[in-house]
Every structure is written in structure tokens, then in C-alpha cells.
């Protein structure tokens, strides 16, 4: 096209408007762009003068794009329009194709989007003037079938073939000319065909008006079908009724039907799907079954590459790419891809473009939007036409918006998976502030007041017992803040795990806790997974509770009241270990509430020693539960844990 190209450019922002001018016409020559600031004066200036194609924002003052495009569709339903906007959605997007648009292109912040926004423009006029002169073309074909019909029969009141205006060797005709003139239908045709095609004549003769009947016929060229105009013609001068039988090939038109309707119920079919895999799968499936394309592929795009995701192909006899960057010049796929726009290679030698095998002659390539592209090929050469481009086109654009309805489903549920761990760590925050705020609000209380009281004895008496009185208090508060610490600590999740000798932290544990005698028994050899400060923290808590509650067993008369002698036991478990002790073991009524936050039954505890340990084994992903001991005494199990084998 080396003609100027009229464009009409409609924006309510004049500076945004002249500065597209401008670089439009550096980015061809040709344009030759009028800028108008409304719809309404978009409309008067297409009445003054003609244009090539209209670049129309969407979000304007009086009228949306939409709407200015709907205006100019029942004005100008052939004139390119190409909606350049800002406002950019799959809603409008959807809107806008459903109007009639040509092309939709979102405003960009850098000047590529005017090289993109030209190559669209001339695109777009380039197509329409091709489909005006196809028009012009198929009426002139039109109106000499018109005067030179396919084929053509003169048959009389009795349905006898009177004559045929063919040649003999039509491939159009059932039969030889000359065996058909002077029989009738019942002699050469099917029955039931035969019955209808008499009837036709007769309303024609009765009603002495233009009839016209579908038919499906074997013929010299195969099956096909025809659409037949029956005219009653005056009485010849021997007074015999006669109507002229002018019938066309439409089985051109009957295919197409048929691949409408079969690619309307595989668009549904696509609507249905629930997951990306399908949406391919029936792409394939339809290019294959309805438009009988051999080779097809699906290619994805994926972290700067279009990646073979879904083809037709058996595995070991695959020839096309599996992965191909996008930066690639030479690829039909990665070119379709990046301008987004069709591309129909009939014969792969002439192209600039190389196929993805030596073997292809026939390229017939189409965007899948963002998400990538569709591509047929075929070792014939011009084995694609424009059919099977708008074919392919109607199926992809289908799957387009299927797929960026399925991405917009994923990402809202990714958010709302989020939003819910979110919440879920806001509870778990809020859980433990209320922990935090009962041993500050009750359990500090209690030693705070012991230290004041006692303060002001020793000041009134001078009595050395209050001021150890007062030590104790400070060393009471000393270790329920020392336990709020690791409270909070041990909340939070485990992010980075080491392989951990279960053995090693669990003898460590133990000589960091004050056991008056009690002997520790390792009978495990495990490595596990873990944050071995944690685990440690864990193991020291679960001593000191057996220490602390040993002593009060009644079947030891070898301990003392200070816990002495207790024993306790590391061992194995199917997915984890256990902690064990010899002791008088946790009623069962119990065993819900020791792990709650304040819960004791010892003299002086403060509840939060097994609360530390549960968090500890929630922040690893684990489960605990306790049980009885070997031996009677108390016993907590810990699985779930990644054990290296």
C-alpha cells in the first residue's frame, strides 16, 4: 500500500492527542492523521471527508468508545476501528469485539506502543481494502452465475427433463445429458428425492411464483449440495407447462455451516472447561477433528519462552520446538506471538521465517494473546487458505477468553489463599497477645505484689526473711519472663530446617536442665529435619515437666520431693519420637488442657512450659498428643516429623 492512509484520531486529551500525530506519522510516512477532541465531532468530520481508519479512546466525556464504535458501525460497517485506550479490561475488551471492533490496543507508557499501534493501523486498512475488493469480486462472480447458472433444466407438469442447459460431462449433472432429457424423475432419481422434487414443480405451476429447495444429490463430482430456483415459464406454443430448474453448488457453503456450527458447540465446550489443561486439550481436539489440520501445537508462554505445551503429535515423532525464546527473529510462532497478529505461510520457501522442521511447507500461526500461540503446519504447500485462518482465528479467540477468565480465577484464589493465611496468622498473633496478656495481667501480678509488700516490711522491720522473701519474687518474675519470651519465639514459623542428630540435642537438652539425679535414657538414633534450637527448647520443656511432676509418683519411694531419680526416655516412633518419663503420668481428663496457655498443677508453675512446646511443634508443621508411659507415667508422642532415612 504505498497510498496515504487517512487516519482519524478521536481523544478528549488534545495533547495526548497531537503527540499520537506526531508519532504516528514518524512511524509512517503515509499517515495522514486529523486529531478531533469528541465522538460528535468525529461523527461531522467522517461526513466531510473520508478516512481510512478511526484510533478512538474509550473513556470520553459525552460518549465511550463503545458507544462512538456502535454510532459508526450502523454508519460505516465496513471502516476500520482500532480502540486505543487506557482503560483497559477484559469486560471491554469483551464489549468491544462483541460492537465490531477491528483491533483493541492498550495505551502504553513508552513509544513502542505507536510503532505497534501503526503496524495495527496499516494492518487494518490493508485488510479492509482486500476484503472490499473481495466483495467487488464476488459480486461480479455473483452476477455471472446469475446469467450463466451452474446448471440449468427445463422440466415439464409431469416432471419429465425437457432440457438442460449444460454441458454432457458436468460433473454437476447425475448423469450423461442425453440419458436424462425425456425421463422423468422417478426413472433416474431416488424415490424420496423424486416425490420432492415434483412437489416443487407443482407449487411453482399452482402458485405460478418462485420456489426455491435445499437438496443433497450423488452427482459425476461426488456428493454435494445445491440450492435449486424453480421459475414457471408461460405455455410453448404446444401448450405445455414447463419450469425452468436453476440449480447451484452451494456445498462450499454447506461445509462452512457445518464448521460454524461445529466450532460454536467447541467453543461451548471450551466454556466449560475448569482448568487450562482442558481449554488446550479441546484445541487440539477441534483442529484437528473439525478443521482436519494434521499438525498442531500449543505453545505457552513461560519465563521469556514459548514452551510446547499440548500437541497432536506422537512423543518420539515430534518435530516441532519444545522451547523457543522470545527473542528468537526467525520463528513463525515467536513472530505471531510478539505482534499479535495472525501469520499464514502458504509456502514456508518464500517467507524470511524458518519453520521449526526442514519438512513444513505450510505455516498457519495465531496468537493466543498473552498467553501464547496456536500453530498448524503441514509438509504441503498452500495447505492453509483464508477459511481455515478465520476458522483457526474463531477457535483461538474463544479459547483467548477462556483462558483469561481461568487466570483471573487462579489469581483471585491465590489472593483469597492469602488473605485466609493472613487471617489465620492475625488469629494466631491475636492468641498469643492473649496469652501474653494474662500472664502479665495475673501471673506477674502476683510476684509484683509479694516484692512490694515484702519491700516495705523489710524497711519497717529491717528483717533479713523479707528480703530473701523479695529474692524469690524477683527470681519468679525473672523466669515467667524468660518463659513469655519463648512463648512469642517459639510462635513463629520455621523457615530455615537443618538434618538435626535427635541423640546429640536431646543429651544437650538435658544438662541445661536442673534434674536433681534423674537419668536420661536415648533410645533412638534418628536424624531429623529441623530448627535445632527449637527442637531443643522442646526437648528442655518436656524434661523439666517430667522432673517437676516425677517426684510425686507414689510407686518411687526411691525419689525425694525434689524429684531426684526420675527417669526419662527418648525414643523412636513410626514418623517421629516420644519423651517418656517413669512418673504418676497425666490423668486422661487432663490431657486436653496441659497444653493451654496458664494450665498447671504445680506448685509455683506458670502454665506455659507445654504451651511452648505445642507452638514449637505447630511451627514445624508436626502433631503431639499425650498418652500413658510404658510404665504408667506420662508420655507425649511427636510425629509428622521429616525423618532422613
Known amino acids: 500500500m504505498d497510498r496515504a492512509v487517512r487516519v482519524l484520531h478521536v481523544d478528549d486529551e488534545p495533547e495526548f492527542a497531537d503527540l499520537t500525530a506526531t508519532f504516528l506519522r514518524e512511524a509512517d510516512e503515509r499517515f495522514a492523521v486529523e486529531t478531533v477532541t469528541g465522538p460528535v465531532d468525529a461523527l461531522d468530520a467522517l461526513s466531510a ?111 419429465e427433463y425437457v432440457d438442460i442447459l449444460a454441458g454432457d460431462e458436468s460433473p454437476l449433472l447425475y448423469d450423461d445429458a442425453e440419458q436424462l432429457v425425456g425421463h422423468q424423475f422417478w426413472e433416474v432419481l431416488p424415490s424420496g428425492t423424486a416425490e420432492r422434487f415434483l412437489d416443487v414443480v407443482d407449487r411453482a405451476m399452482e402458485t405460478d411464483s418462485l420456489q426455491t429447495i435445499e437438496y443433497q444429490l450423488e452427482v459425476k463430482a461426488g456428493t454435494r449440495w445445491f440450492e435449486a430456483r424453480v421459475v414457471p415459464l408461460e405455455a410453448s406454443s404446444t401448450d405445455r407447462e414447463m419450469v425452468i430448474w436453476v440449480a447451484r453448488d452451494i456445498t462450499q457453503y454447506k461445509e462452512r455451516e457445518g464448521t460454524l456450527t461445529a466450532l460454536h458447540s467447541a467453543a461451548q465446550e471450551v466454556g466449560r472447561s475448569d482448568d487450562v489443561g482442558a481449554v488446550y486439550e479441546t484445541l487440539i481436539a477441534t483442529a484437528k477433528r473439525i478443521l482436519e489440520f494434521d499438525i498442531v501445537s500449543i505453545y505457552v508462554e513461560r519465563e521469556g519462552n514459548l514452551v510446547q505445551e499440548a500437541w497432536t503429535m506422537e512423543t518420539d515423532s515430534k518435530q516441532c520446538y519444545e522451547k523457543t525464546s522470545i527473542e528468537e527473529e526467525n520463528s513463525f510462532a515467536v513472530r505471531a506471538f510478539r505482534n499479535g497478529t ?130 524469690r519474687a524477683v527470681d519468679r518474675m525473672d523466669s515467667l519472663l524468660e518463659d513469655v519470651l519463648s512463648l512469642a519465639r517459639e510462635g513463629q514459623e520455621v523457615d530455615d530446617l537443618e538434618l538435626v542428630d535427635l541423640e546429640t540435642v536431646a543429651r544437650e537438652a538435658w544438662l541445661t536442665v536442673e534434674t536433681a539425679g534423674g537419668e536420661l535414657v536415648v533410645e533412638t538414633s534418628l536424624a531429623l529435619r529441623t530448627d535445632s534450637g527449637r527442637l531443643k527448647q522442646l526437648l528442655e520443656n518436656l524434661f523439666r515437666n517430667s522432673v517437676e511432676h516425677g517426684s510425686t509418683s507414689p510407686d518411687s519411694g526411691m525419689r525425694g520431693s525434689d524429684g531426684r531419680n526420675v527417669t526419662v526416655t527418648v525414643g523412636d516412633l513410626d514418623g517421629g519420637f516420644y519423651v517418656e518419663d517413669d512418673g504418676p503420668g497425666i490423668p486422661e481428663a487432663d490431657r486436653e488442657k496441659i497444653f493451654d496457655a496458664g494450665y498447671s498443677t504445680a506448685g509455683g508453675g506458670n502454665g506455659l512450659g507445654l504451651r511452648i512446646v505445642e507452638q514449637v511443634v505447630e511451627a514445624h508443621g508436626w502433631s503431639i498428643r499425650a498418652t500413658d508411659g510404658t510404665e504408667g507415667g506420662a508420655r507425649f508422642e511427636v510425629t509428622g516429623v521429616e525423618i532422613d532415612e
Not at 454508519?75 to 487506557?86: E, H, S
Not at 483469561?404 to 488473605?419: G, V
Open 49 to 159: 471527508e473520508t478516512h481510512d481508519c478511526i484510533v478512538s479512546d474509550y473513556d470520553m466525556a459525552r460518549m465511550t468508545g463503545i458507544e462512538f464504535l456502535e454510532t459508526v458501525r450502523k454508519r460505516y460497517p465496513d471502516m476500520p476501528f482500532i480502540l486505543f485506550t487506557g482503560k483497559g479490561s477484559e469486560e471491554i475488551a469483551s464489549e468491544a469485539i462483541s460492537a465490531g471492533v477491528t483491533d483493541y490496543l492498550q495505551k502504553g507508557s513508552g513509544t513502542e506502543q505507536y510503532d505497534l499501534l501503526a503496524n495495527r493501523i496499516v494492518n487494518a486498512v490493508d485488510r479492509a481494502h482486500a476484503q472490499a475488493q473481495a466483495r467487488q469480486s464476488r459480486d461480479r462472480f455473483r452476477s455471472l452465475s446469475e446469467a450463466y447458472p451452474d446448471v440449468a433444466f427445463y422440466i415439464d407438469e409431469t416432471g
Open 342 to 471: 495472525t501469520i499464514l505461510a502458504e509456502d514456508v520457501g518464500e517467507s524470511e521465517l524458518t519453520p521449526t522442521d526442514s519438512g513444513y511447507r505450510s505455516v498457519l500461526s495465531v496468537p493466543l494473546g498473552a498467553f501464547g500461540v496456536f500453530q498448524a503446519a503441514s509438509s504441503d504447500v498452500r495447505a492453509f487458505d483464508e477459511h481455515d485462518r478465520e476458522f483457526a482465528e474463531l477457535l483461538v479467540n474463544h479459547a483467548r477468553i477462556k483462558l483469561a477468565q481461568l487466570a483471573d480465577k487462579e489469581r483471585l484464589r491465590c489472593r483469597t489463599e492469602q488473605l485466609r493465611e493472613r487471617t489465620d496468622e492475625l488469629e494466631r498473633k491475636n492468641e498469643r497477645l492473649d496469652e501474653f496478656a494474662s500472664v502479665v495481667s495475673h501471673d506477674l501480678r502476683n510476684p509484683l505484689n509479694t516484692l512490694e509488700l515484702s519491700l516495705e516490711l523489710a524497711e519497717r522491720t529491717g528483717e533479713e526473711d523479707h528480703f530473701e522473701r523479695c529474692y
